[in-house]
């Protein structure tokens, strides 16, 4: 029982922080603005919680304009301490080379339920016709996965539903990836 809550707790803080690493690369590489003055509600809450893993590596990475590796290299740490804690927990057994893939396959699973909160938030306020700042940059992060789905679904008796049609593909994903994780790990 005390392992299952260990378990939650850090599923939960490092999930919250590498997440918000996952996002702020995902905006960066979207060229999305992270100030509140251009725009961006949520760009203090982002640097908050990202900014004490996400400088120091930025100090001896090279930056490059499209991909913020410090960001991603930042959500893998993350990831790996969290598996190896919980291995150390269950009691080191083995070599340890399974913490590395279960931490690569965290990254993973935290982009895909990332981009499935966006855009199940992203179709309900699509509902109510909310225009503010927070809805602007909802739809910025949502409009690329939606684009191409949007080009081959015609809307039906005037609903979208490109958000539908990519929660689908998005759970399908889930699936491969739980699939490639369970044969990854048989080989390791």
Sequence with gaps: MIY????LLLDVAVGLVAGMCLLRAYMQFQRIPMSVRAGNPAGPFIFALSDWIVLPLRRVLPRTP???VAS???AFLLELSQFGVL???QGAQGDGVSVPVMAF???VRLLISGLTGLVVIYA????I???SEASDLLDRLVAPPLTPIRRHLPLVGGVDLSPLALLVLLQIANLVMLS???WVLAWV
């Design 4 to 7: 299952q809550i260990v378990y």
């Design 66 to 68: 499209a991909v913020d």
């Design 72 to 74: 991603l290299l930042a």
């Design 87 to 89: 291995w150390v927990l």
């Design 105 to 107: 396959f965290g990254v």
């Design 124 to 127: 309900l306020l699509s509902w």
């Design 129 to 131: 016709q909310m225009h």
């Design 180 to 182: 490639a994780q369970a």
